[in-house]
């Protein structure tokens, strides 16, 4: 998973804090809470996600628990990922 998370960040980092570094951005913290993304931002990150990691988000998977922070993100990817490849 930590190469997953290392690319989220990497991701985050560079379209949602302009280039700074999210070294205080932990792999718990809350996305939305924390004001790194809005509405607009998680539409962006979706679009991401089925782009690089060739999944695709239901509209019942937006819930935070999946979204908000980058463990939660990366940890579903791999599930996605997880059940694309079982399904083959």
């Given amino acids: ?3 997953i998370e290392d690319a989220l960040r990497r ?3 560079e379209n949602f804090l302009y280039g700074e570094s999210g070294d205080a951005l932990g792999a718990h913290t809350s996305l939305l809470e924390s004001g790194v993304i809005d509405s607009t931002g998680v539409l962006e990150l ?3 996600l089925e782009a690089a990691y060739g999944i ?5 998977e937006l819930i935070p628990e999946n979204l908000d922070s ?3 993100l990366a940890s579903f ?4 990922q ?3 490849v079982a399904e083959r």
């Fill in 77 to 80: 990817v791999e599930r996605k």
């Fill in 46 to 48: 979706i679009a991401h």
């Fill in 70 to 72: 980058i463990r939660s």
């Fill in 56 to 60: 695709r988000v239901l509209d019942d």
């Fill in 11 to 13: 991701f985050i980092e």
């Fill in 82 to 84: 997880g059940r694309r």
């Fill in 1 to 3: 998973m930590a190469g």
